[in-house]
């Protein structure tokens, strides 16, 4: 009898829910039905009287983009949502998508790994959705889903971190790897005043950039003027919060005299930082890497990371929906050699191995890290 | 005369095992957690198809099934496993040192097929181990497959550590990628469809399946009464390691390639499917059926919410609803037809109280639609 009074107040709960459900779904489904049939009619029309509110609109175009013949929709792909990097991304997505008169969705699946991101790229491609822009959590496995996409006509772009050539018709390049690692280890040189113990720190070890960079950096710390620097140990933070805090806690116990912990992923940066804060190491152990300017700030400030390097994820977004855009509208086809022109980022040209290289990074420090907002 | 003590023995099963008590009217055969499956894949194909006209298309269907195949290989053993009232934490693990396996022997040179079956030997040596552990050594099966669950994976990164392997054959492809000729069927969802009819046979119409009920329900008994308890651990253990091997090939026939990582936590979702499913997580408990449709209902579920660009992890909300709902109602059901004593009006309450839930289900559903659909 205890439980009776369970069910009534259950019960109640029920009724209240059915009540709800019964005013609000039905508003959801009845605009996203007419379209269905008649890909070819104009969805706009049949619903003009919705212009002001904004709700039904957009659920037009969330389930519609296809049917809708002038109205693109693109896709912008991160590793993972939750992301401050590629959130940041898709501002410079949206601003793109101002310019261009076409909508962008952001969809990426909850963690980064290659069997969701699938998932929900085979979702968008059964949507029809104009253009994708992924940035890969496997090269090679999202390759097949990519040649899927283009099979069914629609074109896929990589930025960020590239899926096989086979898979995509460009990618979109962050910066030239060379580049990256020489400008971390020109960086982990300057903190650690040209010698002693260095370590990296970071994203999963399957992430294909990442590994890429460390490769690059291992060259880079071979010729003379680095002989001086020793890497002592790579970990990994698998790109989380705390597992990144712990790696780099693990690092400043087995190695007490280290002085640079490199960290090429925004989220394995931050951590390490406030690692060395925590642990009072300001000054002896110095934090450098890839970051965000908005995430970086305080440790910039603090000493624990007095510089570090970056370029404009904003930028990066920004590109890869233009490029996207120039491969549906035809203006080009990925061939190496071809050029178009990104609003205010100017002319780009694809090089030989169907890239589109952003541009050089930018380092940060005390100096001009107020300037950057992101 | 000679029939009438027969219907009387039967009336008494059912309590000893508790499952037979529905099935005693009409209406309460209804009450039954497949039917509530059928019931709720239905309803998700009726919402879906009017929320989005791309819902209801051969090739996209054909498209996400293969996404769901590797946990359903691997749901078929749990589902025997679970029966028992044993866990296997290490498949997705084990899937990914077999993957893996293949591919560095690939790497090295070997034939992909000569590979591919390397693979399955190591996969049923990895299930084997657990057996041997969870019955001659008669550790909790929890504790053995958590072991081996970080073991497997580490094996995994021993061979191909930060490398891939890649370039697999065609032909070896076809197999993760290929759809029977002339058809839109994936090779994988053939083939799981034929294994979900092997597995579903072996738990409900042999000897084999009645003891996996028999040492689930109360092992002990089992033993006093003769089952070869230790025997058949060792035998479903492998069984699950040989699948995962499978579910390990098509996956990487899929992806066209492997790195260490591949499959990483697909185990909860096995689980979850199984679970979901109707199988008690106690043992004793549960029908083939019952997975397979569980299965479908995930995957039509999470493809039609993918098709209206929800998240992932809203996504993860909603299953995650719909399992612990899948947990409650046979509870209720099981308490409202099992004794007569109860008040119809009682009856009446939690009936109501179970649609509540569901309702408030449904109102998820939508909800979870509103902030996708309002702003991206």
Redesign the interface.
Known sequence: MRH?KL??V??A???V??L??AC??AA??EP??P???P?TEAPAATEPPAATE??PT??ME???PA?SGGDKTYVLVPKN?GNPYFDTGNTGAQEAAEELGVTV???????A????Q???I???????VSGLAISAN????L??VGQ?AMNAGIPVVSWDSSI?TEGRMLHINQAEADGIAAVQIQMASDLAGGEGQIAILSA???APNQ?AWIELMEQELEKPENANLELVATVYGDDQDEKSYNEALGLMQTYPDLKVIIAPTTVGIAAAARAVQDENRVGEVMVTGLGTPNQMREYVKSGASPQFALWNPADLGYLAIYALDALANGTITGQPGDTFTAGKLGEYTVLEDTSVLLGPPTVFDENNIDDFDF | MTDTPSPAQKTQRPTLINEFAPRRSFLARFQRWEWMLVALIIAVIFLNSRLSPFFLNGRNISRTSSDFMEMGMMMLPMVFIIISGNIDLSVASNLGMCASFMGWLFNQGVNIWVAALAALLLGMLGGLMNGLLIARLKIPSLVVTLGTFAFFRGVAYVLLGDQAARGYPAAFKYIGQGMLPGTLVPFSVALFALLALIFGLVLHKTTFGRYLFAIGSNQNSSIYSGVPVERIKIIIFTLSGLMAALAGLILAARFGSTRPDIGTGLELSVITAAVLGGVDINGGIGTMPGAVLSLTLIGLMRFGMGLLNIQGQVQGIAIGMLLILSILLPNIIRQTSGTKALLKRQVFWRVLAVAGIFALFFYFFFWSRAPVLAGG
């Open positions: 009776y069910f009534h259950l019960a709960l029920a009724i829910c059915l709800l459900s609000s779904p959801t489904p996203t039905q379209p269905a049939p890909p904004p709700e957009e659920a969330a389930t519609e049917a949502l969705l952001y969809q990426g699946s909850a963690t790994d290659a069997t969701e699938i998932q929900l085979n979702s968008l491609i059964a949507q029809n496997d090269a090679d496995a390759a097949p899927d096989a999963t070890s399957t590994n």
